[in-house]
């Protein structure tokens, strides 16, 4: 009983915290935004009882991914952004209500096809030798394309900073 509410405030603050990252006009709050709902995110993994993937998720996000974009954030001069008030076009505004639309439509599907029985578990979920095991078994060429495209990132990082430094 516990745990459901905890789940339910959980998803609640996540939604609020991504919606805040995305609408946020700094982004140094939006990226601190972020921060917080990947530990709310973290969260939610323990309470489906894999504490394994939170570790994970803390460590790689929350320490690499956020202080990445902070980093980046921080290599651009604020000052020259223009702090007036935003204004929204009518697509963007009917874009976020088509979005909502389609989210409580795909809630309101789901609400049914989701219950699981009580007692329900699937055994290893979030365990580190089920996920290495699925991952090199069945997901090892995404899983290499992924590395691969991180390290064309990092050139393309490398090379942009030096391309900066000489001019």
């Known amino acids: 009983m516990i745990s459901n509410v905890l789940l339910y405030i959980t998803a609640v603050l996540l939604v609020i915290t991504y919606l805040y990252a995305v609408i946020a006009g700094n982004p140094v709050y939006s ?3 972020m921060g917080l709902a990947f530990f709310l995110t973290a969260f939610l993994f323990v309470l489906l009882g894999a504490p394994f993937l939170a570790a994970v998720q ?9 202080v990445m974009f902070l ?7 604020l000052n020259k952004t223009s702090t007036g008030t935003v204004r929204y076009k009518p697509s963007t505004i009917f874009s976020y209500f088509l979005t909502m639309v389609v989210l409580l439509i795909a809630f309101s599907m789901a609400k049914g096809v989701l219950k699981m029985p009580e007692g329900f578990t699937i055994v290893g979920f979030g365990s580190a030798e089920n996920i290495g095991f699925n991952l090199l078994r069945y997901y090892l060429l995404p899983f290499e394309l992924a590395s691969f495209i991180l390290l064309v990132g990092v050139f393309g990082a490398i090379t942009f900073i030096k391309k900066r430094d000489k001019e």
């Open 71 to 77: 980093f980046i954030i921080m290599m651009f001069d």
């Open 31 to 33: 990226a601190l935004s």
């Open 58 to 66: 803390v460590i790689i996000y929350v320490g690499a991914m956020l």
